[in-house]
């Protein structure tokens, strides 16, 4: 079935350094693929998204590219704010079912 | 613009007693959602609905029931609380599927003792 696999955490980091969380997908078809953002007590917000391949989603500095031959959706930036701090969760949607399927999330720690 | 509500957003159950929790959404949303978030296992899809009127099962809906009476508003009920049902809920909605963004609720943080 249609599965989303994302780097475990914690990922700490200094401010102003480069952000990579990996994330690679399995699924049939043709899915559309998401990054969202929780902030600490908080609900899941909408980071970037791509509905196709080599399609590139960005968002306050984020970026994400749709890479279909390493069915892959890496997330990066390339100067984190402590502000950036929150757990990331990669998606997908549209394989095998019209259902969303969520990563495990990543937990991001920036320190000044 | 309140986008998704969820009540409570704190609740503790003692073992067996039954609860509902409410998500309102005033996007005029047709899909709306509700999952679970448990440390280390992201989260997991209870129950959803397509509609005013439909309900369907998640990956995840032993143990609970839903209903969609108003498109507005998709309650998830705890018929008999069980410990294993300690968790952080989140409600979502969304205009439609696949590739429509989902739009969720703050939470409600439920402890089963």
């Known amino acids: 079935g249609d599965s989303v696999t994302q780097m475990e955490g914690p990922v700490t980091l200094s401010e102003e350094a480069f952000l990579t969380i990996n994330c690679t997908y399995t699924?049939?078809?043709?899915?559309?693929l998401f990054w969202y953002v929780q902030y600490p007590g908080e609900g899941l917000q909408l980071l970037l998204k791509?509905?196709?391949?080599?399609d590139k989603g960005s968002n306050k500095g984020f970026e994400a590219t749709y890479r279909k031959e390493t069915t892959s959706f890496h997330l990066e930036k390339g100067s984190v704010q402590v502000s950036d701090s929150a757990v990331y969760f990669c998606?997908?949607?549209?394989?095998?079912?019209?259902?969303?399927?969520f990563g495990t999330g990543t937990l991001l720690a920036v320190q000044p | 613009n309140a986008g998704v509500t969820q009540t409570p957003k704190f609740r503790v159950l003692k073992t067996g007693q039954s609860m509902t929790l409410l998500c309102a959404q005033d996007m005029n949303h047709e899909y709306m959602y509700w999952y679970r978030q448990d440390p280390g296992m992201g989260l997991r899809l209870i129950h959803y609905?397509?509609?005013?009127?439909?309900?369907a099962k998640g990956e995840v809906p032993d143990g609970y029931n839903v209903s969609r009476l108003k498109k507005q508003n998709f309650l998830l009920g705890l018929e008999s609380a069980a410990p294993s049902q300690t968790s952080v809920y989140f409600c979502a909605s969304s205009y439609s599927t696949e590739k429509s963004p989902l739009h969720f609720g703050n939470g409600t943080r439920l402890t089963v003792t």
């Open positions: 609905s397509v509609g005013e009127g439909t309900t």
């Open positions: 699924a049939t078809g043709y899915p559309s």
């Open positions: 791509a509905t196709k391949a080599d």
């Open positions: 998606a997908l949607s549209g394989g095998a079912t019209n259902k969303l399927i």
